[in-house]
């Protein structure tokens, strides 16, 4: 019993901690609490429920698809907003509310493109469950806990290992040097955007045959994704992938033997009892 | 002669106010004209807070709450009336306010977002969750009307009750934005280091007008749970608290008449685009990007530099320069 909820945790762990991880890469570099995040990943999802069950595309082609759009959304508030407030250096909370006006706009949209009501897709394997000693799993737990996995080792390959990668640490570490030493700060900008977006939507279509997919899901999941990236550090990705699983456990554990009610405020007052204390996150380094 | 102008502007806006009821007896506009009040009084404090202190805010909806929660759960369960109950939920929504203002005004920005985000959710799960308290999700039903010597206020009479307290709460802010108090706090938003090395307890002004904001908040509550005579979880979401700010945002930051007008044109605009309810987000969002954009000063700034340019078109003698364009 302990196990099954324990993997259920870590399942919903995951998808918070690929939010947060998108969410601390925009903070990052632009220094902007992303408050769109959990749209991406409705959108994402939204993407492949359209991809998968209303083109009745091959899975591969659908994940593209997914990602695509959302990257293509991400470039495009870049450019349209982000990047034109940045020149004329408006004030960082005009960007949050730039954030929040996109978010209702995606929500809106995408209430008038798949309606309000819940929609289901399919899971990644045809089996739904299995037995690993004794556990029931459901398999697209497993299919979540892999590509989380894959999609940070390849980011993580992607930063430290290739050039263009630490091109983009670099313009998020120091804009002015990275700037001084050739890098095109707005491009590697737009890289963490695209990047941001695409973990968010992958998020999204691996946790759509989890949970019911509608318009009003990015909010939440949106939300636990600041909190694992505000619990784990705001400065550090990996405290963003701590944090989600960290989130994830807990809520699994109180949700089951506590009450339901009771989990959703603990991810809340969690996040609330981490910025009193230690405002920099668990992992995080203090910014002055 | 400006002065003049805008005065007569605001003198006439204020008789219209008080006279229309005389020649329309339309309840829907009664209504509309309540929830445009009760909306500026939020948008006021808030901007107190957001525009002049610089503090944002997404917790307005839990105060909000707190008015509107505790004067109609004192009614309906113990009998008293409005004239008690609705102090005593102001009093608490200012209480919550310091509790949760000390820990949470020492963060900025961002986290200051975030943090009051997290609160707003907290308290409706809350309201949501403690069923035998609040009454869970289907919320509190039962609700009557204030009296007053013996009058039910309601329609007409709730209206200018309505007004005279808006009219009082923008005299009370204009006052403290116009003080010494109102001085520190614009200097708290342009820099809280230096405000704080000449002598400002930043920390102290920051709670307290929180915690004055909340105060009408939760005073808009009560008179709002008080026109619907019933109130659930639903209306007390993080979307309201995001209202709040899209009207100070939308007429004009650090700016009490642009509250007001923001509160009138976002009221108004929904039911305008009658029909258009299902797409209000839509619009908000729309007009909330193209004033972050092109018009950060918001509707107030957009109609003052419209002005200046127009003053600048006539006036002949002076060269023409675009100096009053900013």
Same mark, same amino acid.
């Given at each position: 019993?302990?196990?099954?909820?324990?993997?259920?945790?870590?399942?919903?762990?995951?998808?918070?901690?690929?939010?947060?991880?998108?969410?601390?890469?925009?903070?990052?570099?632009?220094?902007?609490?992303?408050?769109?995040?959990?749209?991406?990943?409705?959108?994402?999802?939204?993407?492949?429920?359209?991809?998968?069950?209303?083109?009745?595309?091959?899975?591969?082609?659908?994940?593209?698809?997914?990602?695509?759009?959302?990257?293509? @959304?991400?470039?495009?508030?870049?450019?349209?907003?982000?990047?034109? &407030?940045?020149?004329?250096?408006?004030?960082?909370?005009?960007?949050?509310?730039?954030?929040?006006?996109?978010?209702?706009?995606?929500?809106?949209?995408?209430?008038?493109?798949?309606?309000?009501?819940?929609?289901?897709?399919?899971?990644?394997?045809?089996?739904?469950?299995?037995?690993?000693?004794?556990?029931?799993?459901?398999?697209?737990?497993?299919?979540?806990?892999?590509?989380?996995?894959?999609?940070?080792?390849?980011?993580?390959?992607?930063?430290?290992?290739?050039?263009?990668?630490?091109?983009?640490?670099?313009?998020?570490?120091?804009?002015?040097?990275?700037?001084?030493?050739?890098?095109?700060?707005?491009?590697?900008?737009?890289?963490?955007?695209?990047?941001?977006?695409?973990?968010?939507?992958?998020?999204?279509?691996?946790?759509?045959?989890?949970?019911?997919?509608?318009?009003?899901?990015?909010?939440?999941?949106?939300?636990?994704?600041?909190?694992?990236?505000?619990?784990?550090?705001?400065?550090?990705?990996?405290?963003?992938?701590?944090?989600?699983?960290?989130?994830?456990?807990?809520?699994?554990?109180?949700?089951?033997? @506590?009450?339901?009610?009771?989990?959703?405020?603990?991810?809340?007052?969690?996040? &609330?009892?981490?910025?009193?204390?230690?405002?920099?996150?668990?992992?995080?380094?203090?910014?002055? | 002669? =400006?002065?003049?102008? =805008?005065?007569?502007?605001?003198?006439?806006?204020?008789?219209?106010?008080?006279?229309?009821?005389?020649?329309?007896?339309?309840?829907?506009?009664?209504?509309?004209?309540?929830?445009?009040?009760?909306?500026?009084?939020?948008?006021?404090?808030?901007?107190?807070?957001?525009?002049?202190?610089? =503090?944002?805010?997404?917790?307005?909806?839990?105060?909000?709450?707190?008015?509107?929660?505790?004067?109609?759960?004192?009614?309906? #369960?113990?009998?008293?009336?409005?004239?008690?109950?609705?102090? !005593?939920?102001?009093?608490?929504?200012?209480?919550?306010?310091?509790?949760?203002?000390?820990?949470?005004?020492?963060?900025?920005?961002?986290?200051?977002?975030?943090?009051?985000?997290?609160?707003?959710?907290?308290? =409706?799960?809350?309201?949501?969750?403690?069923?035998?308290?609040?009454?869970?999700?289907?919320?509190?039903?039962?609700?009557?009307?204030?009296?007053?010597?013996?009058?039910?206020?309601?329609?007409?009479?709730?209206?200018?009750?309505?007004?005279?307290?808006?009219?009082?709460?923008?005299?009370?802010?204009?006052?403290?934005?116009?003080?010494?108090?109102?001085?520190?706090?614009?200097?708290?938003?342009? #820099?809280?280091?230096?405000?704080?090395?000449?002598?400002?307890?930043? !920390?102290?002004?920051?709670?307290?007008?929180?915690?004055?904001?909340?105060?009408?908040?939760?005073?808009?509550?009560?008179?709002?749970?008080?026109?619907?005579?019933?109130?659930?979880?639903?209306?007390?979401?993080?979307?309201?608290?995001?209202?709040?700010?899209?009207?100070?945002?939308?007429?004009?930051?650090?700016? #009490?008449?642009?509250?007001?007008?923001?509160?009138?044109?976002?009221?108004?605009?929904?039911?305008?685009?009658?029909?258009?309810?299902?797409?209000? !987000?839509?619009?908000?969002?729309?007009?909330?990007?193209? !004033?972050?954009?092109?018009?950060?000063?918001?509707?107030?700034?957009?109609?003052?530099?419209?002005?200046?340019?127009?003053?600048?078109?006539?006036?002949?003698?002076?060269?023409?320069?675009?100096?009053?364009?900013?």
């Amino acid at each position: 019993m302990f196990a099954q909820i324990f993997i259920s945790g870590i399942t919903m762990g995951c998808i918070y901690a690929m939010v947060g991880f998108g969410f601390a890469l925009v903070f990052n570099s632009t220094q902007i609490f992303n408050f769109a995040q959990g749209e991406f990943l409705m959108l994402g999802a939204m993407m492949h429920y359209t991809g998968t069950v209303i083109f009745k595309l091959p899975f591969a082609l659908s994940l593209i698809l997914s990602l695509g759009t959302l990257s293509l @959304v991400a470039i495009f508030i870049e450019l349209v907003a982000i990047s034109p &407030l940045r020149k004329k250096s408006a004030n960082v909370i005009m960007m949050v509310l730039a954030f929040i006006a996109f978010s209702m706009l995606f929500k809106n949209v995408s209430e008038m493109i798949w309606g309000k009501y819940p929609l289901m897709v399919k899971g990644f394997f045809i089996q739904e469950h299995f037995q690993i000693a004794g556990i029931m799993v459901q398999s697209q737990s497993l299919a979540v806990m892999i590509t989380t996995a894959i999609s940070l080792v390849i980011l993580w390959l992607f930063f430290s290992k290739t050039m263009f990668g630490m091109a983009v640490m670099a313009s998020a570490y120091n804009t002015k040097r990275a700037y001084l030493c050739g890098v095109s700060v707005h491009i590697m900008i737009i890289t963490s955007f695209v990047l941001s977006a695409a973990t968010s939507a992958l998020a999204g279509t691996i946790v759509g045959p989890i949970a019911f997919i509608s318009p009003s899901m990015g909010f939440e999941l949106g939300i636990k994704g600041f909190a694992a990236a505000v619990v784990g550090g705001m400065g550090s990705p990996v405290g963003a992938i701590l944090g989600g699983l960290l989130i994830g456990v807990l809520e699994s554990l109180l949700g089951s033997y @506590v009450s339901t009610a009771y989990s959703t405020l603990m991810a809340f007052t969690f996040m &609330l009892i981490v910025l009193y204390i230690r405002p920099e996150g668990i992992l995080g380094v203090a910014s002055r | 002669m =400006q002065r003049l102008t =805008q005065y007569g502007f605001w003198g006439a806006l204020l008789i219209f106010l008080f006279l229309w009821p005389v020649f329309s007896q339309n309840p829907y506009y009664f209504h509309t004209g309540i929830m445009v009040g009760i909306m500026v009084m939020m948008a006021l404090g808030l901007n107190l807070l957001f525009g002049y202190t610089g =503090q944002i805010s997404l917790a307005h909806a839990s105060f909000y709450a707190i008015g509107a929660y505790t004067s109609t759960l004192l009614e309906v #369960n113990t009998g008293i009336s409005f004239w008690i109950s609705t102090p !005593l939920g102001i009093v608490l929504a200012a209480l919550v306010a310091i509790i949760v203002g000390l820990p949470t005004l020492r963060l900025r920005d961002h986290y200051l977002a975030l943090a009051t985000l997290s609160f707003c959710m907290v308290t =409706q799960l809350f309201l949501v969750n403690a069923k035998g308290f609040t009454g869970g999700s289907e919320g509190v039903m039962g609700i009557k009307s204030p009296t007053l010597f013996g009058m039910a206020l309601k329609g007409i009479s709730y209206y200018y009750f309505v007004l005279i307290l808006t009219l009082l709460i923008f005299v009370i802010i204009r006052n403290i934005v116009n003080s010494r108090v109102g001085l520190a706090l614009e200097t708290i938003r342009e #820099n809280e280091e230096a405000a704080g090395s000449l002598g400002v307890n930043t !920390l102290r002004y920051k709670v307290m007008v929180f915690a004055l904001a909340a105060a009408f908040a939760a005073l808009a509550g009560s008179l709002y749970a008080h026109l619907a005579l019933f109130i659930s979880p639903e209306t007390f979401g993080v979307m309201m608290s995001i209202e709040v700010l899209v009207v100070v945002v939308i007429g004009g930051l650090a700016r #009490n008449d642009g509250a007001v007008i923001g509160a009138i044109v976002m009221t108004l605009l929904p039911e305008l685009l009658y029909g258009f309810e299902e797409h209000r !987000l839509l619009v908000y969002g729309i007009i909330m990007l193209l !004033l972050i954009m092109f018009a950060p000063k918001g509707i107030v700034g957009v109609i003052s530099s419209l002005r200046n340019l127009v003053r600048s078109k006539l006036d002949s003698r002076l060269p023409l320069k675009e100096e009053g364009n900013e």
